[in-house]
């Protein structure tokens, strides 16, 4: 039974949510991310601390009851399927397993399942490969995360000549970047969790920095001109495509720079150059108007960073500057997404999302000062950060 301090807690959160609620119907002011804050305070007080915990020691389950329903087939039948209802034993048969596992999805009745919105999301490409990569990447890992504590092997920036390795090493006897080079299924999801792993979670990078004013310059267009956009790191070029199509005013040549074998997995887009690139050596594109860095520094330590970024530096103007699509956490109060990301960042690759602050020392180290930190209406700490060259 709660307590009345509980109880009075309870009330005065269930009293802000209502609050939020309506302010969010009257006139759509409240940012997702304090919304969301204020229902899940209000959840966690109303669970307690038993049932919180609980909760949270079963999410493994769950985790592995969605994963086994993307893999089977369940959730492809369910969605293919619409509002029409499938019972266990069907969906049992056509994924070959015993009905007593299908236990996701909405109940249309006694052992009978169909999708809802949340299963037809994560059926669109590239959302169940994000499901299948922390499975195989990081369940792993955790296993492993108890006797590499103990023996005081679970470091976040190891040195290799002192033996120390990334968790991600310990647990499958090779980096991310060997793994994703020796197995072509698994690069292909990446791939495709790369491109759809933001969807609707937050604006598109270009809405929160404004791209279609602040680089609709001119003296970018022409094939002996420096490059207008130049993304570094730019997989398969989804986020200058998406640049492009929602700017077409604006003219000028756009570049996106990767590894061979990610744009060979890449059919040629119109009107995008693709250069061969290692960011780790000089950067052969010189005097771009504007360097685009999406979710690259939180996969490196500030040494790794102020190395790849040098390159790009040295080759910037004084009209350059960098565009830094990334986590900029608060310095406390940090959200539970972000602190959780973080969490993902160690464990893959020894890296790290960083505050405020953290990116001011980085972008400072390496020559550069923040001109602004652009964020997102909706509240998330997913910001743009633009930074120039530090003046004499």
């Given at each position: 039974?709660?307590?009345?301090?509980?109880?009075?807690?309870?009330?005065?959160?269930?009293?802000?949510?209502?609050?939020?609620?309506?302010?969010?119907?009257?006139?759509?002011?409240?940012?997702?991310?304090?919304?969301?804050?204020?229902?899940?305070?209000?959840?966690?007080?109303?669970?307690?601390?038993?049932?919180?915990?609980?909760?949270?020691?079963?999410?493994?389950?769950?985790?592995?009851?969605?994963?086994?329903?993307?893999?089977?087939?369940?959730?492809?039948?369910?969605?293919?399927?619409?509002?029409?209802?499938?019972?266990?034993?069907?969906?049992?048969?056509?994924?070959?397993?015993?009905?007593?596992?299908?236990?996701?999805?909405?109940?249309?009745?006694?052992?009978?399942?169909?999708?809802?919105?949340?299963?037809?999301?994560?059926?669109?490409?590239?959302?169940?490969?994000?499901?299948?990569?922390?499975?195989?990447?990081?369940?792993?890992?955790?296993?492993?995360?108890?006797?590499?504590?103990?023996?005081?092997?679970?470091?976040?920036?190891?040195?290799?000549?002192?033996?120390?390795?990334?968790?991600?090493?310990?647990?499958?006897?090779?980096?991310?970047?060997?793994?994703?080079?020796?197995?072509?299924?698994?690069?292909?999801?990446?791939?495709?969790?790369?491109?759809?792993?933001?969807?609707?979670?937050?604006?598109?990078?270009?809405?929160?920095?404004?791209?279609?004013?602040?680089?609709?310059?001119?003296?970018?267009?022409?094939?002996?001109?420096?490059?207008?956009?130049?993304?570094?790191?730019?997989?398969?070029?989804?986020?200058?495509?998406?640049?492009?199509?929602?700017?077409?005013?604006?003219?000028?040549?756009?570049?996106?720079?990767?590894?061979?074998?990610?744009?060979?997995?890449?059919?040629?887009?119109?009107?995008?150059?693709?250069?061969?690139?290692?960011?780790?050596?000089?950067?052969?594109?010189?005097?771009?108007?504007?360097?685009?860095?999406?979710?690259?520094?939180?996969?490196?330590?500030?040494?790794?960073?102020?190395?790849?970024?040098?390159?790009?530096?040295?080759?910037?103007?004084?009209?350059?500057?960098?565009?830094?699509?990334?986590?900029?956490?608060?310095?406390?109060?940090?959200?539970?997404?972000?602190?959780?990301?973080?969490?993902?960042?160690?464990?893959?690759?020894?890296?790290?999302?960083?505050s405020e602050s953290q990116w001011k020392a980085l972008l400072n180290s390496a020559g550069l000062d923040i001109k602004r930190i652009w964020?997102?209406?909706?509240?998330?700490?997913?910001?743009?950060?633009?930074?120039?060259?530090?003046?004499?």
């Amino acid at each position: 039974m709660a307590q009345p301090q509980q109880q009075t807690s309870v009330l005065s959160l269930a009293k802000k949510v209502t609050e939020l609620a309506e302010k969010q119907t009257s006139d759509g002011s409240v940012s997702q991310k304090d919304f969301v804050d204020a229902i899940q305070r209000l959840q966690i007080a109303v669970e307690g601390p038993a049932h919180y915990v609980a909760r949270m020691r079963h999410q493994p389950a769950e985790y592995i009851s969605v994963l086994l329903a993307v893999e089977s087939g369940v959730l492809k039948a369910l969605v293919e399927s619409g509002d029409t209802p499938l019972s266990a034993q069907q969906l049992a048969e056509g994924a070959k397993a015993d009905p007593l596992l299908i236990s996701v999805f909405d109940e249309a009745g006694p052992s009978k399942y169909k999708c809802n919105a949340i299963s037809r999301w994560l059926n669109k490409p590239g959302q169940a490969d994000g499901f299948r990569l922390v499975a195989e990447w990081v369940l792993p890992i955790g296993s492993k995360t108890l006797s590499l504590w103990r023996a005081n092997k679970f470091t976040q920036f190891p040195d290799a000549k002192k033996g120390e390795k990334r968790p991600f090493e310990w647990a499958h006897s090779k980096t991310q970047w060997e793994s994703l080079r020796e197995n072509p299924e698994q690069k292909s999801a990446f791939d495709g969790y790369m491109a759809a792993r933001r969807t609707e979670l937050r604006p598109a990078w270009h809405e929160i920095y404004p791209a279609g004013k602040e680089l609709n310059v001119a003296g970018y267009e022409g094939p002996q001109e420096p490059p207008l956009l130049c993304d570094v790191g730019g997989n398969t070029g989804y986020d200058v495509t998406s640049f492009k199509s929602s700017n077409p005013h604006i003219k000028g040549r756009l570049v996106v720079e990767d590894l061979p074998e990610t744009l060979a997995s890449q059919a040629p887009i119109p009107g995008v150059e693709t250069i061969k690139y290692d960011f780790f050596t000089p950067q052969p594109v010189k005097g771009a108007r504007a360097y685009f860095f999406k979710a690259v520094f939180h996969d490196f330590d500030d040494n790794d960073c102020r190395k790849f970024l040098g390159n790009t530096v040295a080759a910037m103007d004084p009209e350059s500057c960098v565009l830094i699509d990334d986590w900029v956490l608060p310095d406390e109060g940090a959200p539970q997404a972000g602190a959780s990301e973080d969490m993902f960042m160690m464990m893959l690759l020894s890296g790290m999302e960083r505050s405020e602050s953290q990116w001011k020392a980085l972008l400072n180290s390496a020559g550069l000062d923040i001109k602004r930190i652009w964020r997102s209406h909706s509240g998330v700490s997913e910001c743009v950060i633009e930074a120039k060259l530090k003046r004499n």
